[in-house]
């Protein structure tokens, strides 16, 4: 895939970081209520999977990007799993 770059401002990024987070919160609610019905079913189930591994992703990618460092992010996470 090429890359392709995006200029973006302080006040931007963290639209995007929460705007990301949401969108990962919608994505759990749907593999909560993930029924398994057809084979179709497991289809949907890996492509919401590999959906949100990507947004998570890309929400790494946003908190590096506004200035956190890895430890911080390993610590917000472990934080917010408790």
């Known amino acids: 895939m090429a890359k392709k770059n995006l200029e973006i ?6 639209i995007l970081t ?3 987070a949401m969108f ?4 759990e609610e749907n593999l ?3 029924k398994n019905h057809k084979d179709y079913s497991m289809d949907k189930l890996f492509a919401l999977m590999e959906m949100y591994a990507r947004t998570g992703d890309l929400w790494v990618r946003l908190q590096k990007l506004a200035g956190a460092t890895q430890e911080e992010i390993a ?3 472990q ?4």
Do not use: K
């Open 9 to 14: 401002g302080s006040t931007d990024t963290e």
């Open 18 to 20: 929460m705007a990301t």
């Open 24 to 27: 990962m919160r919608f994505i």
């Open 32 to 34: 909560e209520n993930h």
């Open 75 to 77: 610590q917000y996470l």
């Open 79 to 82: 934080e917010v799993e408790e």
